[in-house]
């Protein structure tokens, strides 16, 4: 670590304790607050831009729960080393609480940050192959605060959007969105050249929308990040960075992915438009533009954003359906996100398409929502259910099925997972008795990831088992030929 000896020395002295932490070998919380401040006044007298970043390891208090504080404490020394391996080493990397690491990037711009900050999530991601995982928020001086409370607030609120929206995320602070007009739609222009600008705006205001300008792609991204957006008109060649780069950004961004983009260009060359397409372009305009063609595709593009933002909103509607089923089972408290991070991870490493990995990140949050139609007395209850209680549970996954059976296009895989997580090979599942191959990959693996879960967790008719013990009836139920012999050793790797 490349610090200001002198600062050391002055800390060590006022306070009387090691700048460093025991355990982890990075600073401590109380040498990050004065290195905070003296990047505050730095930043202030020569106009430098600086981020910092909260490092949260996901689930850590059920790691340390199930496998002890020793293991934790080990897991927390190894983190730390790869944080220290994927930053600068002028960057400032300390532990801010328990499980909370810190990194403040020195002159670094928010898109520097964000990929640095990436960069360790990916690198803890591979590490663990998936089993573990750390939430990122980041906030940056003086963009999003004025003073040292402030940015530690910001990034606190980035962190906890990173957990809310499923962890294993690196979130930027934003402030709220300014919400939509109902009656127009924003389209944001990005040009360099003004009277291009003028030509657009002049087009398209005959169909009542709002148009926003702007003069290069650092612009572009900074409204995209603050407005709602229902369309951009994209130059292709601008200085800086180009229409291509942008493009990249708004596609690679979960909060601005469905946005049409529409590249804009001088030039009518096939390569040119193949490239657009790659890059995410939804259509391809060539100037001078035609006003006719302009506002036709303007309207039919809109109309596709504005019904994905519809599905995806249903979409949101049914994992927060998902939350309040778990609510009412104090004992399944966290095992959808468990469930679908855990499905992830082994979609990964069996190297499925990334259709089937969304499918198990929607089908692990969703396939208990069957479940709100299930008595609270049955839910729980704490001794065995009857044969007749255990047919209405058994209920859960085909109401499941059809509660989300609406968002067929959406959902697409993930429908198999809420429908059959409960299936075996050897056909003594339920809810339609489909044997070996009739049960679809993700649900083959939704079965195992959910068996396991459960077998980890307390439940009013019995107590948690411990991990070997989980692990143990997991082989013996796929040497028996009920559960998919490849996918559960995979899991076995994956966990230990």
């Known amino acids: ?38 990047e505050l006044k730095r930043s202030r ?33 190894e983190l730390a080393g790869l944080i220290l391996q994927k930053i600068r080493k002028v960057d400032l990397a300390a532990r801010y609480s328990g499980d909370v690491f810190t990194v403040i990037f020195i002159n670094s711009d928010t898109q520097s940050a964000r990929e640095a900050a990436e960069r360790i999530r990916q690198s803890v991601e591979k590490a663990y192959g998936g089993a573990t995982t750390v939430s990122v928020g980041l906030s940056s001086f003086p963009k999003d605060a004025r003073n040292g409370e402030s940015l530690i607030n910001k990034a606190q609120e980035a962190l906890r959007q990173a957990k809310i929206s499923g962890k294993n995320q690196v979130y930027f602070f934003k402030e709220e969105k300014v919400p939509t007009d109902g009656q127009k739609s924003r389209i944001l222009i990005v040009d360099d050249e003004p009277r291009n600008l003028k030509l657009l705006e002049a087009m398209l205001l005959p169909l009542n929308n709002e148009v926003i300008k702007a003069s290069n792609g650092e612009d572009a991204l900074s409204i995209l990040n603050k407005i709602d957006v229902d369309l951009v008109l994209l130059d292709i060649l601008m200085p800086g ?5 942008v493009c990249r950004r708004v596609k690679g961004n979960e909060a601005t992915r469905l946005i049409p983009v529409v590249m804009i260009t001088t030039l009518d060359d096939i390569e040119l438009k193949i490239k657009s397409i790659e890059a995410g372009a939804e259509d391809f305009i060539t100037k001078p533009p035609n006003k006719l063609e302009v506002l036709a595709r303007a309207k039919s593009l809109i109309k596709v954003k504005k019904l994905n933002s519809n599905l995806t909103s249903i979409e949101n509607v049914l994992i927060s359906m998902a939350n309040v089923v778990e609510s009412k089972d104090p004992y399944t408290k966290g095992h959808i996100l468990r469930v679908s991070n855990l499905a992830v991870a082994l979609g990964k490493r069996e190297d499925l398409s990334m259709g089937n990995i969304e499918a198990l990140r929607l089908g692990g949050i969703l396939h208990d929502i069957g479940k709100i139609g299930i008595p609270q007395e049955i839910l729980s209850k704490t001794v065995p259910l009857t044969s007749d209680e255990w047919e209405i549970m058994k209920g859960h996954a ?82 028996e030929g009920k559960l998919d012999k490849e996918f559960v050793e995979c899991l076995v790797e994956i966990v230990e």
Do not use: C, W
């Open 1 to 38: 670590m490349t610090m200001d000896i002198q600062l050391q020395k002055d800390y060590q002295k006022e306070i009387h304790a090691p700048f460093t932490d025991s355990l982890t070998g990075l600073y401590t919380h109380g040498f990050f607050q004065v290195s905070l401040d003296r």
């Open 45 to 77: 007298r020569y106009d430098l831009a600086f981020t910092i970043g909260l490092i949260d390891i996901d689930f850590f208090s059920a790691y340390n729960k199930r496998l002890g504080h020793l293991q934790g404490d080990r897991m927390l020394k």
């Open 241 to 245: 960075m180009d229409g291509y780069e």
């Open 398 to 479: 085909e109401k499941g099925y059809m509660i989300s059976l609406p968002l067929k296009k959406t959902l697409g895989p993930a429908l198999d997972a809420i429908r059959y997580h409960h299936e075996r090979l050897d056909g003594s599942g339920y809810p339609v008795g489909l044997k070996g191959d009739e049960i679809p990959t993700v649900a083959r693996i939704m079965a195992i990831v959910d068996y396991y879960d459960g077998l980890l967790t307390d439940r009013p008719y019995r107590e948690r088992m411990g991990h070997k013990a989980a692990l143990a009836i997991l082989r013996q139920q796929a040497r």
